[in-house]
């Protein structure tokens, strides 16, 4: 038997950034900020990477109870590989519906995500853009649940 540690940063060179923005209103929705910098490898060799993002993500679904979920990969630099497309799509926690989802992009990650507009969420330039679009579906989900309970 052999005993060993282990650091989700072995599988990737990325770092990330996760924050919430809180709505306000009835019912106040809230959406997870997941932000990744660095250099996310070419082909197979992001898969690594896939893996470290759709580790944070799944750890901050787990313990945020949030309504809609944005990536923010400005300051990651992104070619190419197809094994990111899959960690984009968030589930809710009853697992039957997706999560509202955006990414913020720039020219360090423009490019390699043009090419695949139909595989991944919604593109904007900033993150208030981004939120804006998912604010609304958001509060939607939460209306249509309070009213359904009450």
């Known amino acids: 038997m052999e005993i060993r540690d282990f650091d989700l940063h072995t599988l990737s060179a990325l770092s990330y950034r996760m924050r919430t923005c809180e709505f306000g209103g009835t019912w106040n929705p809230t959406a997870l900020i997941l932000e990744f910098s660095g250099v ?38 992104y070619e190419w590989g197809n094994r990111i497309w899959e960690v984009l799509h968030c589930r809710r926690p009853d697992g039957d519906t997706s999560l509202p989802v955006a990414m913020v992009i720039s020219d360090e990650c423009r490019p390699g995500f043009a090419g695949c507009t139909k595989m991944v969420p919604p593109m904007f330039e900033s993150l208030e853009q981004a939120l804006r679009f998912v604010e609304g579906p958001s509060r939607e989900y939460l209306t249509d649940l309070m009213h359904g309970i009450d």
């Open 40 to 77: 996310y490898g070419w082909g197979s060799q992001g898969n690594g990477d896939a893996d470290f993002i759709a580790a944070i993500k799944a750890a901050a679904l787990e313990v945020l109870h949030v309504e809609a979920v944005v990536f923010d990969f400005r300051e990651m630099s």
